[in-house]
């Protein structure tokens, strides 16, 4: 099992519609996680990070995290065309080494 | 500095040749970590720096790639007799080790690597 998985194929939602992006992780020790964004041609940028259980939400943006079910999600609210991107979650796995997942590509239709 | 610089942005080599890429953190960060995207692929971890310690190479994909950070700041990934499947961006991030948090990596713009 890789170390941080995320499944999901391209996701296209409707501009103002919500954009959901999962992501599932193997070590049960990880207590740190992220969502970077990555525009195509960029590098990634941190936008949300999450330590404990529940949802922590900023702007449009709401991260959960299930540490009893080793997943961590990403919601995007009022979808808008500039959240068109690659969204990677990452992992700490717990030598300060992070983890990445492949990344959901995200396109918001006007 | 305001960000991780890297250089090249862009590098084309002819296979068998060797390259070094250079990363030059932000000021203060005793982290470095050097990751490789391939087209389509997440990020694939290659080498950790953080402060005197020993790096933390295990995920070097072989012994033609090495990587040396000098004072504590900059570092430079060597890629020996480059093969076609080197190819790929080579993306530098910095941090801040907080002993009670999260490690918060800043990337660098990254060197795009091709071998013909």
């Known amino acids: 099992q890789k170390e941080v998985e995320q499944n999901s194929g391209p996701l296209s939602v409707p501009e103002g519609a919500i954009a959901s992006l999962n992501c599932t992780y193997s070590?049960?020790?990880?207590?740190?996680f992220f969502w970077y964004r990555q525009y195509s041609g960029k590098s990634p940028e941190l936008i949300m990070s999450?330590?404990?259980?529940g949802d922590k939400e900023d702007g449009r943006f709401t991260a959960q995290l299930n540490k009893a079910s080793q997943y961590v999600s990403l919601l995007i609210r009022d979808s808008q065309p500039s959240d068109s991107a690659t969204y990677l979650c990452?992992?700490?796995?717990?030598?300060?080494?992070?983890?990445f997942g492949k990344g959901n590509q995200v396109v918001v239709i006007p | 500095g305001a960000g991780v610089s890297q250089s090249p942005s862009n590098k084309v080599t002819e296979k068998g040749k060797d390259v070094e890429l250079r990363c030059d953190p932000i000021?203060?960060?005793?982290?470095l970590y050097w990751y490789r995207q391939s087209l389509g692929q997440g990020l694939e971890f290659l080498i950790y720096?953080?402060?005197?310690?020993?790096?933390?190479k295990s995920g070097l994909p072989s012994d033609r790639f090495s990587a040396e950070r000098t004072g504590g700041s900059v570092s430079t990934l060597t890629i020996q007799r480059t093969q076609q499947e080197d190819s790929a961006v080579y993306l530098c991030?910095?941090?801040?080790?907080?002993?009670?948090?999260?490690?918060?990596?800043?990337f660098g713009a990254g060197s795009r690597l091709t071998v013909l």
């Open positions: 991030a910095s941090s801040l080790v907080r002993h009670s948090g999260a490690n918060v990596l800043t």
């Open positions: 070590d049960r020790g990880s207590q740190s």
């Open positions: 999450i330590y404990s259980n």
């Open positions: 990452a992992v700490d796995l717990g030598n300060n080494r992070l983890a």
């Open positions: 000021s203060g960060h005793t982290a």
């Open positions: 720096f953080q402060g005197n310690s020993a790096p933390d």
